[in-house]
């Protein structure tokens, strides 16, 4: 793009004066009465000055920092160089001349996709501009002497939120493709996107709740979460699923799926195409899956205990009267394996051995390195967080939600304010963030056992750190046969933190690491093949060690996760009915429990 042009040559349209009237007049509507609602609110409203506990470790920053002022002149010395050689390319570039860049975005940085912060000189400038600026404030904060670990990571952390938040590709006048459409359209992206903003305030209720896809789009039952099956078996806490098989033949053992309660269990049956739950019902599992209830007010007093007791014990005793069977495996996901290896640890001290295989998918047993979801833990933020809990019951699903969308930010963030709000374009629609906004609740007793025990004190890695339905819980004496999945960039249970697991337990272990997150690793069927993962035998104490020795392989883990299942034990039966044996069907899959919403 010429930098005398407007972006791309766009020629400006003229809008249309009574559309604009319209729109303004209706927009002032919507906005009178989502103020009125949010004042109306204000009495009833939590006034917390910090309450993500933000400002004291940037004092103490601050306060280290100018103890060493020679150590800061130094980095703005180094800004300030790189600052004069990208002026002077800039120059360079508008008198034809060819430049390197002195800084670029990084490989993956979608932000700056668009042809014009390469071409234009001035859009590259402000580019460059914001990311050497960026490098410099996160450089600074991260090499601060004397902070703690904690506040160092909290420093580091919400600097980037801010680093984020002040990027160009945010802001009208400074997003070439924004301004384009803007030309293009004569403003009318604007209205949209206002109209779009208006919508989710007043979905969020005076909150800003970003649309991130079409919502109207999917139907739990219908589009997503369709494999056939049968709700078996039910309590106050979850549904039993059991599907329907899809060979003459399947393993004798049954597999019992438990996933996280955080999320919905239909994860790992999105579609068809790439539901985990039907390639291993193709392969010749029994699949029973675990629904947990989106708990309200009703359950405040249910804990982490009720969750074992109620969920894996109970489902354990369901699949026996349904199939006959006393041995299966058992998966659990995120949190549903940290439940898992708990559920495994009290089962080993009462002598029951019915679960004969656990597989444990980016599942954290040691807390010491939490990854950046420690940042929201601390006892000053623990407290408000249980005022609240309190007060209502449980933590409230959004509350949840936008803890995990500021761990990526500019992805789950930022991305959909340009597109939503800038833009003023509808969302794609995407079954995976559908999933991602269909949120739950999190009982308060149970989830702030979760949070303190867990990641605060770290107990569950110490033996007999916590107790549980009156047994104290050592993972060591775990013997079962373990699989550990972890993904290679996963923000929410970093790799590293869950190799510790195969220290932990005391059976045979075997640990794989996929390519990608913590979605995206997991949910890689074969078919597609997108990701890597690699394997290594050895379990040496270092994680970095392992990787080192590693063989990176192709494709998806799932088919080496099943010859590694059916190397234990591949007797086969004649396939089971959902119903057929002492447990009759109550209700078709997905069932009920799922398809209760957050609390509006």
């Known amino acids: 793009m010429n930098r005398n042009e407007n972006p791309e040559g766009a020629a400006f349209k003229m809008p249309d004066p009574a559309t604009i009237g319209r729109s303004m007049a209706d927009i002032a509507e919507r906005s009178q009465r989502i103020v009125s609602e949010w004042l109306k609110r204000q009495p009833q409203a939590e006034h917390e000055a910090d309450p993500l506990n933000i400002g004291r470790a940037f004092l103490e920053m601050t306060a280290r920092l100018m103890a060493n002022p020679a150590k800061l002149m130094q980095a703005q010395l180094g800004f300030w160089q790189d600052y004069m050689t990208l002026w002077q390319n800039t120059a360079r570039r508008m008198m034809g001349m060819d430049a390197a860049p002195v800084i670029d975005a990084a490989s993956g940085d979608r932000r700056f996709r668009d042809d014009a912060w390469k071409e234009n000189e001035v859009f590259d400038f402000i580019k460059q501009s914001y990311l050497l600026s960026a490098r410099f404030v996160q450089d600074v904060v991260r090499h601060v002497d004397g902070l703690d670990p904690k506040t160092a990571q ?29 030309a293009e359209t004569g403003g009318e992206n604007l209205l949209k996107g206002l109209n779009n903003l208006l919508a989710d305030l007043e979905r969020g209720k005076g909150k800003l709740s970003i649309k991130m896809t079409d919502m109207e789009a999917f139907k739990v039952g219908e589009n997503i979460g ?102 299966v495996n058992a998966i659990g996901y995120c949190l549903g394996g940290t439940l898992l290896a708990s559920t495994l640890a009290y089962m080993a001290a009462k002598g029951d051995d019915r679960i004969k295989s656990a597989t444990f998918f980016v599942t954290m ?37 936008t803890t995990f969308n500021m761990l990526r930010a500019n992805d789950l963030i930022w991305s959909f304010v340009v597109n939503n ?180």
């Not at 909290?154 to 803007?182: C, G, H, I, W």
């Not at 979801?373 to 939600?401: C, H, P, T, W």
């Not at 794609?428 to 702030?448: C, E, I, K, Q, V």
Request: glycine share 8%.
């Open 154 to 182: 909290k420093v580091d952390f919400y600097s980037r939120q801010f680093v984020d938040a002040m990027s160009p590709s945010n802001f009208l006048l400074t997003n070439p493709e924004v301004l384009r459409k803007t």
């Open 226 to 327: 369709v494999s056939p099956g049968k709700v078996v078996y039910q309590n106050e806490l979850m549904q039993l699923i059991q599907y329907e098989p899809a060979t003459d033949k399947v393993l004798k053992r049954p597999l019992l799926i438990g996933p996280p309660w955080i999320n919905k269990f239909y994860i790992l049956d999105l579609r068809p195409k790439n539901s985990f739950v039907r390639w291993a019902i193709s392969q010749g599992h029994t699949v029973f899956v675990i629904s947990w209830v989106n708990p309200d007010e009703r359950l405040a007093e249910k804990g982490f205990d009720d969750y074992m007791t109620e969920g894996y014990l109970a489902a354990l005793d369901a699949i026996e009267r349904a199939t006959g069977e006393r041995e």
């Open 365 to 401: 047993m040691d807390f010491q390195e939490a990854g950046e979801l420690g940042v929201f833990i601390d006892e000053e933020q623990l407290k408000g967080l249980e005022e609240k809990m309190n007060k209502r019951g449980y933590l409230d699903g959004s509350e949840m939600a």
């Open 421 to 600: 709000y800038l833009l003023g374009n509808e969302p794609f629609p995407f079954d995976l963030l559908y999933w991602n906004g269909d949120s739950t609740r999190m009982p308060a007793r149970m989830h702030s056992f979760y949070l303190r025990q867990m990641y605060q004190d770290n107990l569950l890695a110490k033996q007999g750190g916590i107790t549980l339905a009156g047994v104290p819980i050592d993972l060591g004496k775990i013997k079962t046969p373990a699989y550990f999945l972890s993904t290679r960039e996963d923000h929410i249970a970093p790799w590293k933190s869950t190799y510790r697991g195969t220290q932990l337990l005391g059976g045979p272990n075997r640990f794989v690491l996929a390519a990608s997150g913590h979605i995206a690793g997991v949910v890689n069927p074969p078919e597609g093949g997108k990701y890597s993962h690699w394997i290594n035998a050895d379990l040496p104490s270092d994680p970095e060690a392992w990787f080192h020795g590693a063989t990176e392989m192709a494709g998806s883990w799932w088919p080496d996760w099943h010859r590694w299942i059916t190397g234990l034990d591949k007797t086969m039966v004649p396939a089971r009915k959902p119903g057929g044996g002492k447990l009759k069907a109550i209700e078709d899959a997905p069932g009920s429990y799922v398809l209760v919403k957050a609390i509006a």
